[in-house]
């Protein structure tokens, strides 16, 4: 079947979304009704859904449960409310966040003058039906400053809370919405909207793209679903309800006659329902059991970067390595290697954790995987206890790396404002006491310092519960060091990052374990998160004659100042016309710094 003469393709799009959402478990609002449930200022959360969720709220005392009293419901939905007067909104909607992960504690009166501290959850994380889903239509609200009304097009409700903004868009460019999410987070416009979001999206018919707050255009994403293929997804589709919407009424009855003999969306391929990337998007993060997992282990708040949240290959690299680290036992032995002393071989692996390797390409975000895990592991009932041992290869790495994990607030605000110094191992003296110490949840270091570590009598750690997180694992993990570092802790569940193709993929193996994700350069360009490599091949001559340096002196060298062609002049006249190697590395250094300078850098191009 063609694709449907549908009057409007936003009206369209919107439809098709509805539908899918309602299939997936969404309660549809009517707008008479979502007004309805609007009431109370300042008209973001649903106030009839929050009370009914929170109704619904039981604690435990002395052995009994007990519903929350009205007067402990008041109390949530006052700290709920938040002080609009700050004007602080993105530390507003990082404490709405905290909020939804930790919950809000509250004062019960039991009899017998008891008074009990309850720790209330706004969403509960573990139970999908213990919560509310619903997803209202064309919301609209006043701008803060002056008489504009805006509207939101697709808004998701989670307990009464506005936690996913929709908009939409007419065709593949998604740059006119994307602005619109930008210009309502404004003071003047309704940013007391977004306080509450957590996830923004863009649809249109055939794509989707995601950010969160703040989120400047050039990193919104798009979401490649890997657990739920394109047959899954269009079953969904398939078997979604019609609902009876405004713009659906409005269509002539042939019309509506197609598009209920097509299913929720008029489009097919000739083999069944056609599903866009907008629909994989909508499944793969609105699906509600996928929101409850997403929302509080893929959101974090950077003290530099702000609000970020997960890509597609970050979440399910995560969710792959977590499962990965909660296998134990004699079959996660790794591999001895050739070309190693016996008495360098790794002993009493028998029930080490197991681990493995995450191959992402350069540039697509490897160390806020590494700290996303992190956090994962922390909210894990299971890995919770798991001490983390970070290991690079140099001083700058590990510097960057403890201040990316300090930033994110991997773990907690005053390690934060510690700027992760404190959990780096100075000297190997110094690594010998904190992994014999089993004290510190996390520590940095530098895999030579394992070497004189190994001497002392402190440095041993046989627990299987450490995790050692090892970046640019393709360097330096080749011979002793690396077995030394093994030697020391025993049982460790090593996790290798690596941004460069393996070459030999049982080497990777024997070292490590096997590839538990891979986020290929194919990939990290088809979804525009690195830039496309290119090269050009530029030999320096190796034999200089007087007209050949005087026509490249003459082309090449005309912008430099005369402190600059002096100092190439003495490069370039050297005793000998042959160049020697420190001779041929300046003149290369000279010809990259030229050709950068006049081909990309004046003309703007935007290339590194």
């Given at each position: ?228 293929g394109s047959e899954y997804c269009a079953r969904l589709k398939q078997s979604a309800t019609l609902l009876e919407n405004d713009w659906f009424r409005q269509l002539p009855m042939g019309l509506k006659r197609q598009i ?349």
């Amino acid at each position: 079947m063609p694709d449907l003469p549908l009057p409007t393709e936003v009206g369209a799009t919107r439809f098709s979304a509805l539908n899918l959402l309602h299939t997936l478990g969404w309660q549809y609002l009517p707008p008479e009704l979502c007004q309805q449930k609007q009431a109370g200022a300042p008209g973001v959360v649903l106030q009839a859904s929050l009370l009914e969720s929170l109704r619904q709220r039981q604690f435990q005392y002395d052995g009994q449960w007990h519903y929350l009293s009205p007067h402990a419901i008041e109390q949530v939905v006052r700290e709920l409310a938040f002080n609009w007067q700050t004007g602080n909104w993105s530390q507003l909607n990082k404490q709405c966040h905290e909020m939804l992960c930790a919950g809000i504690t509250v004062t019960e009166y039991l009899p017998g003058d008891v008074r009990h501290k309850v720790t209330v959850p706004i969403i509960d994380w573990q139970q999908r039906k213990a919560n509310l889903f619903e997803v209202a239509e064309s919301v609209r609200l006043p701008a803060r400053h002056g008489v504009a009304q805006r509207e939101i097009d697709l808004v998701c409700y989670v307990n009464g809370l506005p936690l996913c903004l929709i908009l939409l868009q007419e065709n593949d460019s998604p740059g006119s919405a994307i602005a619109r999410h930008l210009q309502y987070q404004q003071a003047d416009e309704i940013p007391h909207l977004y306080v509450y979001a957590q996830l923004l999206l863009v649809l249109d018919r055939h794509q989707g793209w995601l950010a969160t707050n703040q989120t400047r255009e050039k990193f919104w994403t798009h979401w490649r679903e890997e657990e739920w293929g394109s047959e899954y997804c269009a079953r969904l589709k398939q078997s979604a309800t019609l609902l009876e919407n405004d713009w659906f009424r409005q269509l002539p009855m042939g019309l509506k006659r197609q598009i209920k003999q097509a299913g929720a969306w008029g489009q097919t391929d000739g083999h069944g329902m056609r599903v866009s990337a907008a629909d994989q998007m909508l499944i793969g993060l609105l699906s509600p059991a996928r929101l409850l997992e997403f929302l509080p282990a893929y959101i974090l708040f950077d003290s530099r970067n702000g609000k970020l949240v997960a890509r597609s290959h970050q979440f399910f690299a995560v969710r792959t390595v977590l499962a990965r680290l909660q296998q134990c036992g004699e079959g996660n032995r790794p591999g001895s290697r050739p070309g190693v002393r016996q008495n360098e071989q790794v002993s009493e692996r028998t029930g080490a954790r197991a681990g493995g390797v995450v191959w992402h390409t350069t540039g697509s975000g490897k160390s806020l995987t590494m700290v996303l895990l992190i956090n994962g592991l922390r909210r894990h009932p299971q890995l919770a206890a798991c001490r983390i041992v970070v290991v690079s290869d140099r001083l700058d790495l590990e510097d960057q790396l403890s201040k990316k994990f300090a930033q994110s607030g991997a773990f907690g605000d005053v390690w934060r404002k510690a700027g992760g110094a404190g959990s780096r191992a100075h000297s190997a003296h110094d690594l010998a006491r904190r992994i014999g110490s089993h004290g510190e949840q996390i520590i940095f270091t530098l895999l030579h310092k394992f070497n004189d570590a190994l001497l002392l009598a402190q440095c041993q750690n046989p627990s299987d519960k450490v995790i050692v997180l090892i970046d640019e694992a393709h360097r330096s993990h080749g011979g002793q060091l690396h077995q030394r570092m093994r030697r020391v802790l025993k049982r460790a569940a090593l996790v290798a990052f690596t941004g460069t193709p393996l070459l030999r993929q049982e080497k990777t193996v024997s070292q490590f374990g096997p590839i538990l994700h891979a986020y290929t350069m194919q990939h990290a360009l088809q979804d525009k998160l690195v830039a496309p490599l290119l090269y050009e091949e530029r030999v320096p001559e190796l034999r200089l004659d007087g007209g050949l340096l005087a026509s490249w002196y003459e082309s090449d060298a005309s912008e430099l100042d005369a402190r600059q062609k002096a100092r190439l002049r003495q490069v370039l006249t050297s005793k000998s016309r042959v160049l020697q190697a420190s001779a041929r590395i300046e003149m290369i250094a000279w010809d990259i710094a030229l050709h950068f300078h006049g081909t990309i850098k004046q003309a703007g191009s935007g290339l590194k």
